[in-house]
């Protein structure tokens, strides 16, 4: 009998505790609403939140007693794409999620995305309200999934003082890899003298990424219509070599255990910018978010901008952390207002103070708040040259529908890392990255069967684009789905445009920076 | 039987249910449902990215296709030999458990041991650390941090004994993996980690002797190749030996024999091993023929009562004479290729976690330091109280010399145990590795430490495929089971050898 007693009397504790556990969610603590934002670890993101309330509250989304009609709150433990994943099936993601390009790709073909085109249209958040070129970023097929919280072009952040202490003139703004080289291996005899200890050697920056430098040569992982990887092309291979050269046999660029004897868990290139800062690296690469962390340093000196060193088609790369809606949110309707505040003046503004790269509507990157902020006269230069970069060169990113990004980059990385330690050639790795992710492709379309009817079009696409090319004829704009090669052939004059699609394109790139 | 009676004991079984059923029904829901779900997921082409509560699609028998797809895709069997590779610390690991059991096993208290061999030690070490800091090894904080911590450990091992050692041993075990793992990252960086720091002076030292004495290093390699091939005659005699004498069957002793040759077929594919692949082949051969001749000498004088006779005790004695071929193998290509790296007179410290060639050597050392304080090591605590001390009287009656003793009572003794670690240490192995991989080097460098267990984390939920990522799991229980089979039908004949 004690025995059961001593049964019934913990169960009967568990059931409390359980009660009491459940009465402290905030959703039952609250009567109003309550909506998740999946966000990384930031302290602007609760201003950011403070900021929403205010925006309901002047735009009249209150309740009966005058509060916001809806209570958001930071989920800062899950943007982890794998959690956002299992959370997402298992219904119990956030209602709002901070998604890049690779996981919203993922998240969408999954399913759990809310397709946002009608109501962003109507509600002022659609592609017309940011950069033309984040564009493919945020739409599958023509339809949106998600809205830029803020936009990040890749530019490479140069410590003028840096080198001028070691006699160089920083480069120019425009440059290729040769220049590059050459001004590197300056500063790399310059900043490291005969004797210099290995944990005390400056490089001229920090690593960069291959894809980008990729794109440079004019090529993409993938052909025109993503039905197939293009990395099998030589000049994916002297990428590899050339990036081999400046870590390993010129030592301009770190080492992998270069980076990680200075890798630190305190911020997102915290260590990076602290070492870029006292001038272990002359250049670093990075948006314009980089300067929240400069801001920290007050001796950091005079800050320039350059463009990605190029290998004969200057370009950059544009991607945005943009929020998306999950399907089986509990308020869709109330979420959906956060994504119309992002596109508001009160969060552009802030974005624009906070240097929080750039802000989701390009109008809010016209004025002297931007140009030029008061406090930070050494950033002047700055601010107007990643604006620029993102309305000229920039391209964004590419991804295939028939194999999914995820495993693009494992896959692309692991071959990339057979070359760089030596246990491949680069034509090697390049063969069989190509080799590997065109048999992932053939694979996907075996399990896949609803794939198959438009990977066919595309590829009937791709052939007529290949005899294009051999006839040396212009290849008209809606045969192409890679925003890489859209822009490569634009600007090289070999793109085919209907009058009215080249119209549609400058207007609305004009509708957008006027918006406010 | 009266219906109260019967009343009673349908009461009395249903109490009893009623206080069971939260145990039966946790196994059923979290244990017996999800591996019979996992093994129909295994047959089907479930995909989060297709099949999910937002998808209309359902997921689709398919037969044997996972599995058709393991064996044709190189990743798996890539992953696979990571994850054997591992498993080759696992004697290593042991014999540390058994190591660590034997010495915590003598009593170190003042007044029950010898203090003053303690103390002497201590004075010793300090006397070292102080010599060292000295010279000017430029790293004094560190020196004087692990001059410290060691006489404390002394120290405290004398006033405390056993029970402070015992507890210092098994700390590894009871510290959380996660913390374990970061604490290892930070030990093994490369420039400022205290593993490189205490390393680059004896490097240097080595860079300096080589370019001084470059021959001594190259006639170190070929005296390991030396080595090499008399482990090979050594592991063969023995093998000859109780075939000879009846105790091992023909088709037992294959498998021991080519585990002997492995070794060499390395080398023959090793680009750094290539000086040695000539002498090594010819060797190898002489070695293997000269048995091979002395065992059709000798053929009218073995009768082996059945084919696989001594199977266990032969692929013991193989396994741990291999893995000290591959310890010999790997030095004496360090050994030969001192001089070359050290052209220059700099020998760089590696780059244990960002270097393909050490990452693996790197995890696997780790794993020798948690597995030594581990559960093996209280095994065999518990096992060693187990040897009756008539044995030693006896052995010491005869005048037996302690290895003597360890080889012929403390090692067969223990056989049951060490039976019992090598089965679960090899379930370990193979199902092990994922939280290393995923902390320290996230499967890098160029996938080297990506194990079986991180695959299916990398497919079931980074990529989605759900079926697939069952399928590898069921390919590694499948491998898990028919190890242990093969432990337990021919490591159970090793005990009773």
Not at chain 1, 298 to 327: K, N, Q, W
Request: hydrophobic share 45%; glycine share 8%.
């Amino acid at each position: 009998m004690p025995m059961k007693v001593l049964f019934t009397s913990v169960f009967g504790v568990l059931v409390l505790v359980s009660l009491g556990l459940r009465w402290s969610f905030p959703d039952v603590q609250t009567e109003r609403p309550v909506i998740y934002w999946v966000t990384d670890k930031n302290p602007a993101r609760e201003q950011q939140v403070a900021l929403f309330h205010e925006w309901l509250v002047e735009n009249g989304h209150v309740n009966d007693a005058g509060e916001p009609a809806v209570e958001l709150r930071l989920d800062v433990a899950n943007m982890d794409l794998t959690k956002q994943t299992i959370q997402s099936v298992s219904g119990v993601a956030g209602d709002l999620m901070d998604t890049y390009g690779p996981s919203m790709r993922q998240l969408q073909a999954m399913g759990v995305l809310t397709d946002l085109t009608e109501d962003a249209e109507a509600m002022g958040f659609s592609p017309d309200q940011t950069y033309a070129a984040i564009e493919p970023s945020i739409t599958v097929d023509g339809r949106q999934y998600r809205y830029p919280a803020n936009v990040g072009n890749s530019m490479l952040w140069v410590n003028v003082d840096a080198l001028r202490r070691h006699g160089l003139e920083p480069p120019p703004t425009r440059w290729t890899w040769e220049d590059f080289e050459r001004l590197g291996v300056a500063f790399r005899d310059a900043a490291n003298p005969p004797g210099t200890a290995p944990n005390e050697r400056r490089f001229f920056a920090l690593n960069l990424d291959s894809v980008r430098l990729l794109r440079t040569t004019g090529l993409s992982k993938f052909n025109e219509t993503l039905t197939a990887c293009t990395l099998d092309d030589p000049r994916y291979a002297e990428t590899l070599r050339a990036k081999r050269r400046w870590v390993y046999d010129l030592n301009i660029l770190p080492t992998p255990e270069d980076e990680a004897a200075f890798a630190s868990q305190q911020s997102f290139m915290g260590s990076d910018a602290q070492r870029f800062g006292t001038g272990d690296y002359a250049l670093l690469e990075g948006g314009r978010y980089l300067l929240i962390l400069f801001r920290r340093y007050p001796h950091l000196g005079d800050l320039r901008v350059v463009e990605f060193p190029h290998a004969g088609f200057p370009c950059t790369m544009i991607s945005s952390r943009a929020v998306a809606l999950y399907a089986g949110s509990r308020h869709p309707e109330l979420a959906k207002l956060f994504l119309q505040y992002l596109a508001s003046a009160a969060y552009n503004e802030q974005i624009v103070a906070d240097a929080d790269a750039l802000p989701p509507n390009p109008a809010y990157t016209r004025g002297e708040a931007f140009l030029r902020p008061p406090a930070y006269p050494k950033e002047w230069g700055t601010h107007g040259a990643f604006v620029e970069t993102a309305e000229t060169i920039a391209i964004g990113e590419t991804f295939s529908p028939y194999v999914l990004p995820t495993v693009v980059k494992r896959r692309r990385e692991f071959f990339e890392d057979q070359f760089m330690f030596g246990l491949m050639s680069a034509d090697d790795a390049a063969a069989a990255t190509a080799d590997d992710l065109n048999a992932r492709i053939a694979d996907e379309l075996d399990r896949k069967p609803e794939l198959r009817d438009p990977f066919e079009r595309d590829r009937a696409a791709q052939e007529q684009i290949d005899r294009l090319k051999a006839e040396g004829r212009p290849i008209p704009a809606e045969l192409i789905k890679n925003p890489f090669h859209l822009a490569y052939y634009r600007r090289t004059g070999q793109l085919s445009e209907s009058p009215a699609t080249a119209a549609a394109t400058v207007e609305r790139h004009a509708m957008a920076v006027t918006a406010p | 039987m009266s219906r109260r009676a019967a009343r009673d004991r349908r009461r009395a079984l249903l109490t009893g249910l009623a206080f069971l059923s939260p145990n039966i029904l946790g196994v059923a829901v979290f244990t017996v449902f999800p591996v019979v779900f996992s093994l129909v997921m295994a047959f089907s082409n479930w995909d989060l990215t297709q099949h999910n509560p937002f998808k209309d699609t359902r997921p689709k028998f398919e037969g044997l296709g996972n599995f058709a797809e393991l064996v044709r895709g190189w990743e798996f069997l890539r992953y696979f030999g990571n994850t054997l590779f591992f498993m080759m610390g696992i004697p290593v690991a042991v014999a540390g458990s058994l190591g660590a059991a034997i010495l915590l096993s003598k009593d170190t208290r003042a007044g029950g041991g010898r203090p003053y061999v303690w103390l002497l030690a201590s004075a010793g070490l300090i006397a070292g650390c102080v010599m060292l800091a000295l010279a000017g090894t430029g790293q004094t904080a560190m020196v004087l941090l692990i001059a410290g911590a060691g006489c404390g450990i002394l120290l405290l091992g004398v006033t405390g004994g056993l029970t402070f050692y015992r507890t210092l041993f098994y700390t590894p075990h009871f510290v959380a993996g996660v913390a374990t793992f970061i604490l290892w990252k930070k030990l093994y960086a490369q420039q400022t980690g205290p593993i490189n720091v205490a390393l680059q002076p004896v490097l240097d030292g080595v860079a300096g002797a080589a370019q001084a004495v470059g021959p001594f290093f190259t006639a170190l390699a070929w005296l390991g190749v030396v080595l090499l091939l008399l482990l090979l005659a050594m592991g063969l005699r023995r093998l000859r030996q109780v075939y000879i004498d009846g105790e091992l069957g023909w088709r037992a002793a294959l498998l021991p024999v080519v585990l002997l040759l492995v070794p060499f077929g390395v080398a023959m594919m090793w680009g750094y091993a290539s000086p040695y692949r000539a002498v090594l082949l010819v060797g190898g051969v002489a070695v293997v023929l000269y048995h091979a001749t002395r065992l059709v000498r000798s053929a009218d004088k073995f009768s082996a009562p059945s084919a696989t006779e001594g199977f266990g005790s032969a692929l013991m004695l193989a396994l741990l004479t291999m893995v000290g071929q591959f310890v010999v193998l790997g030095l004496l290509v360090v050994a030969g290729n001192v001089p070359s790296m050290a052209g220059d007179g700099v020998l760089e410290a590696p780059s244990w976690l960002t270097d393909p060639a050490f990452a693996k050597p790197a995890l696997m050392i780790m794993g020798f330091w948690a597995a030594i304080g581990s559960n093996n090591m209280l095994l065999y605590l518990a096992a060693l109280t187990n040897v009756p001390g008539e044995l030693y009287e006896a052995a010491d009656i005869d005048g037996a010399r302690p290895m003597q003793r360890f080889w012929n009572i403390t090692w067969p003794q223990l056989a049951p145990t060490t039976f019992f670690i090598f089965v679960m240490s090899t379930i370990g192995g193979l199902q092990g590795g994922f939280e290393m991989a995923r902390v320290m080097t996230e499967g890098g460098p160029a996938g080297a430490t990506t194990t079986l267990s991180y695959f299916i984390y990398i497919e079931g939920f980074e990529t989605g495929r759900l079926g697939f990522a069952s399928a590898v799991s069921w390919a590694l229980f499948v491998l898990v089971f028919s190890v242990t089979l093969f432990n337990w039908k021919f490591g159970n004949r090793y005990v009773n050898d």
